[in-house]
């Protein structure tokens, strides 16, 4: 288990699902697995010895990583300068982001820059598919596949990180007063239609829908 209190297969468990991608370079999580171990096997001990390798969403996220570094050697310059420059960025930004999240004390905190993290993640897919062009056949799609399943299993730690904090601050008496079952009630109605038309990597952002409790 690791510091969230949450094991690999928890977070499976609680990932976000979305309708699988059709069509003949669609990849299955099996497949997704396989490949990600076949990586995993070749990265140094003393990364998988971080406490944080235990996160299926972070290892993903380097493996994401790793991948669009050796798109864009291969590509050459075939990738405009500028696009070459925000694909790594933002790909860079899911991982630096998770890390940060991973290491923050309260769930809220950790939520917060979970949400960061698919931010970037829809970020790199929109500039995956604006190279995708300039890329080998199915090589984009591939690797918008990974990036989703990512954004899925940060959804998934987001939500529950949000449902430790509402626990956690009931149970440590930090409760703020006005967090009565009507508040909590009204917040999560927020939340939700706040989730319907923006997006749920906007959430924490927002102080419209700050939830009525601290911590």
């Not at 940060?154 to 949000?162: D, N």
């Not at 009204?186 to 952002?205: I, T």
Request: glycine share 8%.
């Amino acid at each position: 288990r690791d510091k969230t209190g949450m094991g690999v297969a928890t977070e499976k468990h609680c990932e976000v699902r979305a309708h699988p991608p059709a069509g003949p370079h669609a990849m299955d999580d099996a497949a997704i697995d396989a490949e990600l171990a076949i990586w995993e096997s070749a990265q140094p001990p003393w990364e998988r010895a971080d406490p944080i390798w235990s996160l299926v969403a972070y290892r993903l996220a380097r493996y994401a990583l790793d991948n669009a570094k050796g798109d864009l050697r291969g590509a050459g310059l075939r990738v405009p300068a500028d696009a070459r420059d925000q694909l790594l960025r933002s790909s860079a930004s899911v991982v630096a982001n998770i890390g940060e999240g991973y290491s923050r004390p309260t769930p809220r905190d950790r939520a917060k820059f979970y949400a960061y993290a698919v931010g970037s993640a829809r970020e790199a897919v929109a500039w995956y598919q604006s190279v995708d062009d300039r890329l080998p056949g199915g090589v984009a799609t591939a690797r918008i596949i990974v990036l989703t399943r990512v954004r899925r299993l940060l959804l998934g730690l987001i939500q529950r990180s949000g449902d430790a904090g509402l626990s956690a601050s009931r149970g440590s008496g930090s409760v703020h007063r006005s967090s009565s079952p009507r508040a909590v009630f009204e917040w999560r109605r927020r939340r939700d239609s706040f989730r319907w038309a923006h997006g749920s990597d906007r959430l924490e952002r927002s102080p419209e829908v700050s939830p009525p409790f601290s911590g």
